[in-house]
Structure formats: C-alpha cells, structure tokens
C-alpha cells in the first residue's frame, strides 16, 4: 500500500520568507501532483512532474526518484500563498491518485 | 471558458438517504474523476469515468456509483447515507485517461452534510 506522508502539518511564517514543504512517499509512482486548496473548497493544480524540476513564478517543485522525494519551495512568500498545499501520487495508474494530508500554511505580514 | 462546475454547492441530507452530486468538466475534457475528502483530510480516490465508462475504482463500497453523460458531465451517487459520508465531493476533469496522469482541473466541490 502506498504511503503520502508531508511535512510539516502546520507552518506559519512571516511575509519574504522562504518556504518549504515537503513530500515522501513509499512505493515508486509515475508521477506527483502539487495542489494549492484555499479555505472554501476549490482546488488548483500547481505542478504535475515525473522527474527532475519545475519552476513557475515564486514556485518550485523538485523530485528525487530515488530517494522517493519531493519538495515544493515558495521564494517572497506573501499572504495570499496561505492554503494548504497537497501532494498527490499516482502508482502506475491502477488505483487513481494517492493524497497526503496537506501542510496547512499561513503567511503572516 | 468555463472551467470544472459542480452543483450543488451545499446539501444537507439524513441517514438512509440518497443524494447525486453533478459536475460538468473544463471546455474539451473527456475525462472526470471524484473525490471525497474528510474534514482535515487529504481527498481520496472514488472513481474515474472516460468515454461514458467506470475506468478506475479507489476503496470505495458500491453504493457509490456513477455516471458519464455523451457530453462528458458526470453524476456521483451515494445511496443509504451514513453519518461517515459527510464530506467534500471533488470533480476533477483532464484530457488524460488515466486519473493523475494529466493535469486535473477541479470544481469547487459539493459540502455534502449527513445527520
């Protein structure tokens, strides 16, 4: 059974830092989604990758296959990058996607 | 361009009950896939339609079920409601068959409540 486990849970910081949120995971995956939720509901795509990194804005997502790995980092973070953040993982296909729990992040000017 | 809209937005429903929860995917999407998510929990998998067929299937007991329209819209329905199915009900639409191997687009959810 595949395990999502992200760190930290919680994590409040002050406007311009730099953040970083963390994913591990405990079979090989095909791929990893990155997705933003905003109190309400709605969720967002940030980043779906295999390998390697990806950079959008002030965001960064990077995977280390082997190590079964991933990282999504904020650069000048601002208030309104409060949400929490999920990481997703898809094992070959067969049972759709696999969530962690998400890392509740605040922002605080 | 319209993007994943889903109705309704809120219910309230009793124990024993049925309830079918709609979504309509992005522009051009052919595949929808659901989810439950928990209050203070990551979403789980609950199915994934593509070309008006069930295609992939999380843990989920049969009485949920679903269906896909000819024009790609999809209904979640959960019959004899239990107080454990209180949940947010997530659409997500992509153009890749396979639920997670393409970028999801997701709708706002449905706030189902079970008393």
């Known amino acids: 059974k595949n395990e999502v486990e992200q760190s930290p849970q919680n994590l409040t910081a002050q406007e311009g830092e730099f953040i970083t949120i963390n994913c591990s995971y405990s079979?090989?995956?095909?791929?990893l989604h990155w997705l933003q939720q905003h109190p309400g509901g709605g969720i967002v795509s940030l980043f779906m990758?295999?390998?390697g990194k990806k950079k959008h804005g002030r965001l960064i997502a990077t995977i280390n296959i082997q190590e079964k790995h991933s990282s999504l980092h904020i650069t000048a973070s601002h208030p309104r990058d409060s949400a929490v953040y999920i990481c997703?993982?898809?094992?070959?296909?067969?049972?759709?996607?696999?969530f962690g729990k998400g890392t509740h992040l605040i922002i605080q000017p | 361009d319209a993007g994943v809209t889903q109705s309704p937005t809120h219910l309230i429903k009793t124990r024993g009950q049925q309830v079918t929860l709609r979504c309509s995917p992005k522009?051009?999407?052919?595949?929808v896939s659901w989810y439950q998510q928990a209050l203070g929990q990551g979403p789980q998998f609950i199915f994934q339609?593509?070309?008006?067929?069930?295609?992939q299937r999380g843990n989920f007991p049969d009485r949920f079920s679903g269906h896909q329209f000819p024009n790609y819209s999809s209904e979640l329905n959960v019959n004899a409601l239990l107080l454990g199915d209180s949940a947010l009900y997530l659409c997500?639409?992509?153009?890749?068959?396979?639920?997670?191997?393409?970028?999801?687009?997701f709708g706002e959810g449905s706030r189902l409540t079970v008393l």
């Open positions: 997500a639409s992509s153009l890749a068959p396979l639920a997670g191997s393409g970028e999801l687009f």
């Open positions: 079979v090989g995956i095909s791929a």
């Open positions: 990758l295999s390998s």
């Open positions: 997703a993982v898809l094992v070959g296909g067969a049972d759709g996607l696999t």
């Open positions: 522009s051009g999407h052919d595949t």
């Open positions: 339609y593509y070309e008006e067929e069930e295609r």
